[in-house]
């Protein structure tokens, strides 16, 4: 239970849990161990960070192949990034895309509810993942221009970042309150 991807992938970084609970000591460090305390703290030494570039992307057009990988662990969504392709808007840049260097780093440089800026210095195309869950209102743009975001994991927003040194922001502005300001 603990040991599957989807930890790593949602950002848990502590682990709480029961004493007897059989915790792989490859992927946990214990934090805190009180013997007079039935809990031990563990810190997970293998999370993903808020945002990534992922080394590999594979894009799906029909969600219920994405639910049945993600189901069976057939894809590591800490390495691959299931990018859902709806067919109405833009067209994914790339397809199936795998990075045989590091992908590259990314930098949060500012976060708000409303708008987050990243800087990345991506050393291939490659997506930018997130554990950011996809709403409506979110829009995006790559060094100042539009970009479409996608839907990555059945529920995470992800934009495609082209080989180089880019700033990326992210911002809310759901159409219902522009309707309600009027």
């Given at each position: 239970?603990?040991?599957?991807?989807?930890?790593?992938f949602?950002?848990?970084?502590?682990?709480?849990?029961?004493?007897?609970?059989?915790?792989?000591?490859?992927k946990y460090?214990i934090v805190?161990?009180?013997?007079?305390?039935?809990?031990i703290?563990?810190e997970?030494?293998?999370?993903l960070?808020?945002?990534f570039?992922?080394?590999?992307?594979?894009?799906?057009?029909n969600?219920?192949?994405?639910r049945?990988?993600?189901?069976?662990d057939?894809?590591?969504i800490?390495q691959?990034?299931?990018?859902y392709?709806?067919?109405?808007?833009?067209?994914?840049q790339?397809?199936?895309a795998?990075?045989?260097a590091?992908?590259g780093?990314?930098?949060?440089?500012?976060?708000?509810p409303n708008?987050?800026?990243?800087t990345?210095n991506?050393s291939?195309?490659?997506y930018?993942?997130?554990?950011?869950?996809?709403?409506p209102g979110?829009h995006?743009?790559?060094d100042?221009?539009?970009t479409?975001?996608?839907?990555a994991d059945?529920?995470?927003?992800?934009v495609?970042?082209p080989?180089?040194?880019?700033?990326i922001?992210f911002?809310?502005?759901?159409?219902?309150?522009?309707?309600?300001?009027?």
């Amino acid at each position: 239970m603990f040991d599957g991807p989807a930890i790593d992938f949602l950002n848990v970084k502590y682990l709480l849990t029961e004493r007897n609970r059989g915790i792989n000591p490859s992927k946990y460090r214990i934090v805190v161990d009180d013997p007079a305390s039935t809990f031990i703290l563990y810190e997970n030494i293998s999370y993903l960070p808020r945002f990534f570039l992922a080394p590999q992307t594979k894009i799906y057009t029909n969600k219920d192949d994405i639910r049945s990988d993600l189901r069976t662990d057939s894809e590591n969504i800490n390495q691959t990034l299931l990018v859902y392709d709806d067919g109405k808007g833009a067209k994914p840049q790339i397809y199936n895309a795998t990075c045989i260097a590091k992908p590259g780093g990314v930098n949060v440089t500012s976060y708000s509810p409303n708008r987050i800026k990243i800087t990345t210095n991506a050393s291939c195309d490659a997506y930018l993942g997130s554990s950011e869950v996809m709403y409506p209102g979110w829009h995006a743009e790559i060094d100042g221009k539009t970009t479409q975001i996608y839907e990555a994991d059945l529920a995470f927003r992800s934009v495609f970042i082209p080989r180089g040194n880019h700033t990326i922001v992210f911002w809310f502005r759901p159409a219902i309150f522009l309707w309600v300001q009027q």
